[in-house]
């Protein structure tokens, strides 16, 4: 099992809608990204995050530590919002205070 | 400034094969991580450098695989003796100095390997 799940792994939606996608994680963390790759690119960290909530632009992102949870918001979303989105946590101690572990990923379609 | 650069941007090979893939890191950042993602898998930890110390290979998946850091600067991954399920992208990432779990990893375009 997955440390670290994402939902929905797939996610279609119409130019302007609000989006969310969610991500659940087993262990203690330090810190948690939020990833975007398109398709045939590269990553670019979208947010780095360890409590409360981040915003950037029409990006939202929020993580609660007790929960062990973080949902990315996307809010008047655009067809160049297609991409897909990753989540991913960098453990407490050891090795994994420096090592991420990645979710699969939520394919997001935006269509105009 | 300039960010991350890997070379090449594809590699297609015959299986056995040795092939070495380069990572360029940003210039200061003194951590460097190697990812692969496979088709339809997340992404995955292959090996972390950091400074001087020795790197941790705990996530390489057979001893087919190895990489150096030279000068703290340009890595690269070698992959001996291809095989198909090594197809994959590979991905180099680097970051800031330290093991803080608050430094923001930089990723490269990565390197689309095709094993014949």
């Known amino acids: 099992k997955n440390e670290v799940e994402q939902s929905p792994q797939n996610l279609t939606a119409q130019e302007g809608e609000f989006i969310t996608i969610n991500c659940s994680y087993s262990?203690?963390?330090?810190?948690l990204h939020w990833l975007q790759q398109h398709p045939g690119g590269g990553i670019v960290s979208l947010f780095m995050?360890?409590?409360g909530k981040k915003k950037h632009g029409r990006l939202i992102a929020t993580i609660n530590i007790q929960e062990k949870h973080s949902s990315l918001h996307i809010t008047a979303s655009h067809p160049r919002d297609s991409a897909v989105y990753i989540c991913?946590?960098?453990?407490?101690?050891?090795?994994?205070?420096?090592?991420?572990?990645f979710g699969k990923g939520t394919l997001l379609t935006v269509n105009p | 400034g300039a960010g991350v650069s890997q070379s090449p941007s594809n590699k297609v090979t015959e299986k056995g094969k040795d092939v070495e893939l380069r990572c360029d890191p940003i210039?200061?950042?003194?951590?460097l991580y190697w990812y692969r993602q496979s088709l339809g898998q997340g992404l995955e930890f292959l090996i972390y450098?950091?400074?001087?110390?020795?790197?941790?290979k705990s996530g390489l998946p057979s001893d087919r695989f190895s990489a150096e850091r030279t000068g703290g600067s340009v890595s690269t991954l070698t992959i001996q003796r291809t095989q198909q399920e090594d197809s994959a992208v590979y991905l180099c990432?680097?970051?800031?100095?330290?093991?803080?779990?608050?430094?923001?990893?930089?990723f490269g375009p990565g390197t689309r390997l095709t094993v014949l």
């Open positions: 990432a680097s970051t800031l100095a330290g093991t803080s779990g608050y430094n923001e990893q930089f």
């Open positions: 262990v203690g963390i330090s810190a």
């Open positions: 995050l360890s409590s």
């Open positions: 991913a946590v960098k453990g407490m101690s050891g090795g994994s205070n420096y090592k991420l572990t």
């Open positions: 210039s200061g950042h003194t951590a």
């Open positions: 450098f950091q400074g001087n110390s020795a790197p941790d």
